[in-house]
């Protein structure tokens, strides 16, 4: 089945997405601010909209990947916006990484119009994006959510229904902050371990098999040498940038803020990664946080 899908925000993870849908068979209507991304957009075989409200008026599934709450906010409940256009039972999904309040207003206001919507990022990097290999960590209504599958299926791998409205982006963030605190302990343990003359290697082969074993020690060790796979063995070229962690790490903070919940050690990681990012490290992999560690950055 091929749908007409409007795709709003055609950046570095929306262009490729989009463009995934297009080879797909679906008629894809692209809009960004950027004429730039819309030109790529029409050059891969897409179309480009004239506006939110044209597209939204002819759309039956509409995505948007945009860089933060207020901007969905804006495209979906604001003037002219989507929920003002869209035809009732109009299928929405907002694969942005935003803050779950925002994710459940515009959710709620959707379903009041008679729209389904899921919040639906994802993780897997702009190399997922292109490659329809994403990891889609998904909130919503049951039907909502099998409404949304075969959309999501196209643009990524793995498929996870988190629960209802705005749960996509809890999981979402309470995962990286896990990600961001273990990355920490991973590195001071390095550090240490280079003051105390225990060579890396050395701590890599039995933390990995005792009681410190985590992803970021086994999977993106942050020195060089025990895992070659790993971005400390390209000067720390992302990967996934220390200033993506920094924004999910932010989110996490002010979800634990606003539902009361005590995340001393999220609020710590937060607060480390922000002065890594101001002293230069904002475009380096977030494993690089070791070298701030030690005072090298
Ligand atoms: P990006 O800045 O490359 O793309 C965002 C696009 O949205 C831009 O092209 C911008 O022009 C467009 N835009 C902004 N406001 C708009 C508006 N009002 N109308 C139309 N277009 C508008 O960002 P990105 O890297 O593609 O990230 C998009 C989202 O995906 C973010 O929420 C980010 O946190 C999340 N994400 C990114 C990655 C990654 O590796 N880049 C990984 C996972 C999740």
């Given at each position: 089945m091929t749908s007409t899908v409007g795709f709003i925000g055609l950046g570095n993870m929306g262009g490729p997405m989009a463009i995934n849908l297009v080879k797909a068979g679906h008629r894809v209507l692209g809009f960004d601010l950027s004429e730039a991304a819309m030109s790529a957009h029409?050059?891969?075989?897409?179309?480009?909209?004239?506006?939110?409200a044209q597209m939204a008026?002819?759309?039956?599934?509409?995505?948007?990947?945009?860089?933060?709450?207020?901007?969905?906010?804006?495209?979906?409940?604001g003037e002219g916006g989507i929920l003002e256009n869209a035809k009732p039972g109009t299928l929405l999904i907002d694969s942005s990484?935003?803050?779950?309040?925002?994710?459940?207003?515009?959710?709620?206001?959707?379903?009041?119009?008679?729209?389904?919507?899921?919040?639906a990022p994802v993780s897997g990097g702009v190399a997922g994006a292109a490659g329809g290999t994403l990891t889609f960590m998904v909130g919503g209504a049951d039907e909502a959510f099998?409404?949304?599958?075969?959309?999501?299926?196209?643009m990524g791998k793995t498929i996870v229904h988190a629960g209802g409205a705005g749960n996509g982006q809890a999981a979402k963030i309470c995962n990286n902050m896990?990600?961001?605190?273990?990355?920490?302990?991973?590195?001071?343990?390095?550090?240490?371990?280079?003051?105390?003359?225990?060579?890396?290697?050395?701590?890599?082969?039995?933390?990995?098999?005792?009681?410190?074993?985590c992803w970021s020690l086994t999977s993106y060790c942050p020195v060089p040498g025990p895992l070659p796979s790993s971005p400390a063995n390209r000067d720390y070229q992302p990967g996934f940038a220390?200033?993506?962690?920094?924004?999910?790490?932010?989110?996490?903070?002010?979800?634990?803020?606003?539902?009361?919940?005590?995340?001393?050690?999220?609020?710590?990681?937060?607060?480390?990664?922000?002065?890594?990012?101001?002293?230069g490290g904002q475009g380096q992999d977030f494993s690089g946080i070791v070298k701030f560690l030690r005072g090298t950055s």
């Open positions: 029409a050059d891969a075989g897409g179309e480009k909209a004239t506006g939110v008026a002819e759309a039956d599934v509409i995505v948007t990947m945009l860089p933060a709450g207020k901007h969905v906010r804006q495209i979906y409940m990484t935003i803050d779950v309040d925002s994710a459940r207003a515009v959710i709620a206001a959707a379903s009041d119009k008679g729209m389904p919507m899921v919040d099998e409404a949304a599958r075969p959309y999501l299926d196209v896990i990600l961001g605190i273990s990355m920490i302990a991973v590195s001071e343990a390095f550090v240490l371990a280079e003051r105390l003359g225990l060579d890396a290697q050395k701590l890599f082969d039995i933390s990995s098999t005792a009681s410190g074993q220390a200033e993506m962690m920094l924004k999910d790490l932010k989110l996490a903070q002010e979800a634990a803020s606003s539902s009361g919940a005590a995340t001393p050690l999220g609020a710590e990681a937060a607060s480390l990664y922000s002065l890594f990012c101001n002293s």
